[in-house]
């Protein structure tokens, strides 16, 4: 048995925390906050096996200047914050071009196509069920799509098995949002998305397992890390060093600044997303998730209301700014004029882990023998979490991943 630190509980870190518990490793899982009170809680709560394309990509590129350009667009960059974004702005402009996009897609894809099977073992394990719901979920255009950008979308879900039934904004509002307005093009269907009720207790789930597997939990934030002589690695908690075996850094935003005391330097930012919770509107309005493709916002019934979640702020530092919140109940008003009004029963907002290539970063360090690093989700941090907790598990066990890690590893840039 061999003593293992899970730094962070999110959903990447309780999903490797409870793969590696039930392979007989004595697992401590330390994080300064309750488990999936992150980036875990306020996310748009889709399992979005659609997303087998990075948003490094010639398209993202061609568009950026009318996002900037647009107050009310999904994309905000921090004028101030460029001098410091420079080098991971650089390194996304050039994992965006086209041979770099094609590799960097097949990479993700062979992640995300393998992300339903990963959410179907855990439920197998009796986890989490009845806050699964296997409905599907919708993309709405409100504006045609030229012909060879829409062919080339439907030959990239084809080219990876991803399902998909294309509709009329008739047979939208008729069957799946009676109160959306009339004033849309079309839309698309993907029965194999599924979502979730409520990502927060998705997580508790699956730490309550973790723990009944045999981890244990303290809550506090690790302060250091240390390569200690004997080969183990020490981390440091409220002022004293502790001894492991191994260590799995899945700290989310923080991982970057945890990984380069033992000297590796990952090109990670903080990508700034907001969520609001309505409370007004009945779930009726919304029979699946639906998100909006020019408005860059995703709206899903939960069982505490409809979560509108989106917009991304680049380069954000200090205290949110909660127009960028506002502006989702705004644009759902807009979209959604036969639901009554939109109340505002909650905000959020938090920093996703994002690397250039909007790739996740699973691997070992090269130079820190048994740290291992398991980050950079972005926008895929519930859909791929129990798959790359899977797999950073099978990689701290010395099993060969199920999944090529090649492409995901640390020392890529």
Not at 243 to 248: G, N, T
Not at 309 to 334: C, H, I
Request: proline residues 7%; positive net charge; contains cysteine.
């Amino acid at each position: 048995m061999e003593d293992v630190v899970v730094i962070g509980a999110g959903i990447i870190g309780v999903c490797a925390a409870l793969n590696l518990a039930q392979r007989g490793m004595r697992v401590h899982i330390v994080d300064g906050a309750p488990p999936g009170s992150g980036c875990s809680f306020g996310n748009a709560g889709l399992i979005a096996v659609d997303h087998v394309a990075p948003l490094a990509s010639p398209e993202t590129m061609a568009g950026l200047p009318r996002m900037l350009l647009r107050r009310d667009g999904p994309l905000r960059l921090h004028k101030r914050s460029l001098p410091r974004m420079a080098p991971w702005l650089l390194e996304f402009a050039a994992q965006a071009q086209r041979p770099r996009y094609r590799r960097n897609t097949r990479a993700l894809a062979s992640l995300v196509t393998g992300a339903a099977q990963a959410w179907r073992r855990l439920l197998d394990r009796h986890i989490a069920g009845d806050l699964f719901r296997d409905i599907g979920s919708l993309y709405v255009f409100e504006h045609p799509v030229a012909r060879a950008t829409e062919r080339a979308q439907l030959d990239l879900l084809d080219r990876h098995g991803v399902r998909y039934e294309n509709l009329t904004a008739g047979q939208v509002r008729r069957d799946y949002l009676p109160s959306l307005t009339p004033h849309i093009s079309h839309a698309r269907y993907f029965p194999g998305m599924a979502s979730v009720t409520d990502p927060q207790q998705v997580v508790e789930r699956v730490f309550e397992a973790a723990l009944a597997a045999g981890a244990r939990f303290t809550r506090a934030a690790v302060d250091a890390l240390r390569a200690l002589p004997d080969g183990r690695i020490g981390f440091m908690l409220n002022g004293a060093m502790h001894p492991a075996a191994k260590v799995l850094i899945a700290a989310g935003s923080r991982s970057a600044e945890l990984a380069q005391q033992l000297g590796a330097r990952i090109e990670l930012t903080n990508e700034r997303g907001y969520h609001v919770q309505l409370g007004g509107p009945s779930q009726e309005t919304l029979r699946v998730p639906v998100s909006f493709v020019e408005r860059g916002f995703t709206c899903n019934p939960m069982a505490q209301g409809i979560r509108l979640a989106g917009t991304v702020e680049l380069g954000a530092r200090g205290a949110p700014d909660w127009r960028r919140a506002d502006l989702l109940a705004t644009q759902f008003q807009t979209l959604f004029p036969g639901a009554g009004a939109a109340q505002v029963a909650s905000r959020w907002y938090g920093d996703r882990p994002t690397l250039p290539d909007y790739l996740p970063m699973i691997g070992e360090m090269r130079g820190a023998r048994n740290v291992f690093v398991a980050t950079g989700h972005q926008h895929l941090g519930l859909t791929l979490g129990p798959l790359s907790g899977e797999l950073v598990a099978q990689l701290m066990a010395r099993e060969t991943p199920a999944v090529d890690l090649a492409p995901f590893r640390i020392d890529r840039f």
